[in-house]
């Protein structure tokens, strides 16, 4: 394997605590890619490695001497007893006090959601202050990453952290992504046919409420997409956020639809917290720009892309998670609360429900059609998804630990 020492003594290794809120994405991409190094000692502190460890991903794909830790709130302020980490890599959660010296952001996705600007990140800047030092000043214990250029200037100059403290490493699960997969792997944690049907991945974030609500109603629009997707003999996997971040009756309606539907599989994050399976095995991707567009543009498969909001310049409800639970905010106008304009994308869009399913059909039918789109996307703004983000992000993991 490039760049693998063979000889270390425990001393040597580098000390890695991944410090994780969902262990998924580029997060589980690093974990497993430097689990097959022998100059690093990893653990990865997580809220259920149970649950993580029944995932396809676990069992496909095993972390190599990798423990991995139920986090709990003594692990807050006390870390891993019995293990003293050179690096915590986090990605959105910082924990009460700090587990290592040095820390890394492997923030949790790239997306369209903002405006994270100072102001927005002010209680996460306090908390990285608190526990690794200044970050909008340069500092050698503490660095953040960034997926490409226009990502390193909007955490710059938009986000507040010093340019010193920043470094462009791609996606790591970009790395994954990009390498064909043989869905029969994956058939035996499905329950309908993967390999020779047609698998759609509809996975909306939960910002905006419900998914179709200012083209009409959920309920309609969900049996009519469903129903046309059934009768094209198509699967379906329709993954959701955390479920307590919707409203009871919301769940039961989407339980209602998967139970009615036998094409349709529902998921929860919390539920079921690692995506790239589903990732892999789908043939195209539905959001209305989710951050789960920006790793599913690496295999180049079709996207389409529900716009989210009747009018961007129109007011509307904006759903964010405190600890006190779901608070709903109206805002002047949609464009308060993106950092990059939903325009700006590697897919097809739709600003209406007759165009979704047109785009539907193209893309069941051309699966080629997004591949120049997502192909700019990536070589625009993610580095080109070239198979060398995990790389990258150990030569920093390198650099911050020697500073």
């Given at each position: 394997?490039?760049?693998?020492?063979?000889?270390?003594?425990?001393?040597?290794?580098?000390?890695?605590?991944?410090?994780?809120?969902?262990?998924?994405?580029?997060?589980?991409?690093?974990?497993?890619?430097?689990?097959?190094?022998?100059?690093?000692?990893?653990?990865?502190?997580?809220?259920?490695?149970?649950?993580?460890?029944?995932?396809?991903?676990?069992?496909?794909?095993?972390?190599?001497?990798?423990?991995?830790?139920?986090?709990?709130?003594?692990?807050e302020v006390l870390g891993?007893?019995?293990?003293?980490?050179?690096?915590?890599?986090?990605?959105?959660?910082?924990?009460?006090?700090?587990?290592?010296?040095?820390?890394?952001?492997?923030?949790?996705?790239?997306?369209?959601?903002?405006?994270?600007?100072?102001?927005?990140?002010?209680?996460?800047?306090?908390?990285?202050?608190?526990?690794?030092?200044?970050?909008?000043?340069?500092?050698?214990?503490?660095?953040?990453?960034?997926?490409?250029?226009?990502?390193?200037?909007?955490?710059?100059?938009?986000?507040?952290?010093?340019?010193?403290?920043?470094?462009?490493?791609?996606?790591?699960?970009?790395?994954?992504?990009?390498?064909?997969?043989?869905?029969?792997?994956?058939?035996?944690?499905?329950?309908?046919?993967?390999?020779?049907?047609?698998?759609?991945?509809?996975?909306?974030?939960?910002?905006?409420?419900?998914?179709?609500?200012?083209?009409?109603?959920?309920?309609?629009?969900?049996?009519?997409?469903?129903?046309?997707?059934?009768?094209?003999?198509?699967?379906?996997?329709?993954?959701?956020?955390?479920?307590?971040?919707?409203?009871?009756?919301?769940?039961?309606?989407?339980?209602?639809?998967?139970?009615?539907?036998?094409?349709v599989l529902l998921k929860?994050?919390?539920?079921h917290p690692d995506n790239?399976?589903?990732?892999?095995?789908?043939?195209?991707?539905?959001?209305?720009?989710?951050?789960?567009?920006?790793?599913?543009?690496?295999?180049?498969?079709?996207?389409?892309?529900?716009?989210?909001?009747?009018?961007?310049?129109?007011?509307?409800?904006?759903?964010?998670?405190?600890?006190?639970?779901?608070?709903?905010?109206?805002?002047?106008?949609?464009?308060?609360?993106?950092?990059?304009?939903?325009?700006?994308?590697?897919?097809?869009?739709?600003?209406?429900?007759?165009?979704?399913?047109?785009?539907?059909?193209?893309?069941?039918?051309?699966?080629?059609?997004?591949?120049?789109?997502?192909?700019?996307?990536?070589?625009?703004?993610?580095?080109?998804?070239?198979?060398?983000?995990?790389?990258?992000?150990?030569?920093?993991?390198?650099?911050?630990?020697?500073?």
């Amino acid at each position: 394997m490039k760049g693998l020492l063979t000889t270390r003594t425990s001393n040597d290794r580098t000390k890695i605590l991944v410090w994780a809120t969902t262990f998924g994405a580029d997060l589980w991409s690093l974990t497993h890619w430097l689990s097959r190094r022998e100059d690093c000692d990893v653990r990865v502190a997580l809220p259920d490695p149970d649950g993580f460890r029944r995932e396809g991903v676990a069992q496909l794909f095993p972390l190599h001497n990798v423990p991995l830790v139920k986090r709990g709130p003594l692990h807050e302020v006390l870390g891993i007893p019995g293990f003293s980490p050179d690096i915590t890599v986090l990605d959105n959660r910082v924990p009460l006090r700090s587990t290592s010296k040095k820390g890394f952001v492997l923030w949790h996705g790239f997306g369209w959601k903002g405006p994270n600007d100072r102001s927005e990140f002010r209680v996460l800047h306090g908390q990285l202050r608190r526990a690794f030092g200044e970050p909008l000043a340069p500092n050698p214990n503490f660095r953040w990453s960034c997926f490409g250029p226009w990502d390193l200037e909007h955490r710059t100059e938009v986000s507040g952290f010093h340019p010193d403290n920043c470094r462009m490493v791609g996606a790591a699960s970009h790395d994954d992504l990009r390498v064909p997969f043989d869905k029969a792997r994956a058939q035996p944690f499905y329950p309908f046919d993967v390999v020779r049907k047609k698998t759609v991945l509809f996975a909306p974030t939960w910002h905006y409420g419900e998914v179709f609500a200012h083209w009409g109603k959920d309920a309609d629009l969900f049996e009519k997409l469903l129903g046309h997707l059934g009768r094209r003999g198509a699967n379906v996997i329709l993954r959701l956020h955390d479920s307590y971040r919707f409203e009871p009756a919301y769940r039961t309606f989407l339980a209602d639809l998967a139970r009615r539907h036998p094409h349709v599989l529902l998921k929860f994050k919390d539920q079921h917290p690692d995506n790239f399976l589903d990732l892999q095995v789908a043939d195209l991707l539905l959001t209305n720009y989710s951050s789960i567009a920006n790793l599913y543009y690496a295999t180049q498969r079709p996207t389409l892309h529900i716009y989210p909001v009747a009018d961007a310049d129109e007011s509307f409800t904006w759903r964010t998670w405190t600890v006190l639970g779901i608070k709903k905010t109206q805002v002047q106008n949609a464009r308060f609360v993106w950092k990059l304009p939903p325009e700006e994308h590697g897919g097809l869009l739709a600003r209406d429900f007759a165009t979704l399913m047109t785009q539907v059909d193209q893309a069941l039918d051309d699966p080629d059609c997004c591949r120049a789109q997502a192909r700019a996307f990536l070589d625009k703004h993610m580095l080109g998804a070239d198979g060398g983000n995990c790389e990258r992000v150990f030569a920093a993991l390198t650099e911050l630990k020697n500073a």
